[in-house]
């Protein structure tokens, strides 16, 4: 890509360098932190010609509109992207300045309460009972939705205890223990999973937009 390129021009270039080779996970956080940042810059816009005043306009928008952690993340995947120009010398400097950077903020977690929480619990278990299981399957494993949903019935071990879990985040895989409640829940809920081939998806009928 010559000097003096477009944004789209630069993206393009980053995403078959160095995107592709992360997970699609990390591709579609990228996705969506650019497509705000488009709202900010025209894709037409010269590479050198984005300054820290439109990152100011980007963490203001995205202020108005997306929770502290969010605006973080898409704020790091910016500045990777503008990091990736800079050991490329396609820019000299990264214009996401440090001072820039919004703190982040702590927020307790408030845990529904367990009157409430068995009232959800029954309520999918009227409506949907395969929604109920996935609901369960995240209470017992404490795991992200994504990566439950990309359990496969090859993943669960009864024979050694365990169920394999990829992190679509990290793209790495963790053992975690088959332990007495989350066992005999697979065994009374999810007995489907003797029958299915090891590739095949426990929750097909979900997927990560529910």
Known sequence: VPTGGTLSAYVDMFREEHLKLKSKSHQNVFRDALGNFLKIVPRSTKIEEI???HIAKYIQYLDERV???TLLTY???MKI???FLVEEEIIPRNP???KQIPKRIKKNIVPFKKNMLDDILTEAQNRDP???KFLMMLLLTGQRPIDVLGLRAGDVDKENMIIRIRISKTDKEIIFPLYDALSDFVD???QKTKH???DERIFQAFNSEI
């Open 130 to 132: 395969e929604y109920y």
């Open 67 to 69: 929770e502290n952690s």
């Open 81 to 83: 992207f503008f990091n």
């Open 188 to 190: 009374s809920q999810l």
């Open 196 to 198: 299915m081939t090891a």
């Open 51 to 53: 300054k820290s005043e």
């Open 75 to 77: 704020l790091n995947y």
């Open 96 to 98: 996401i300045r440090k």
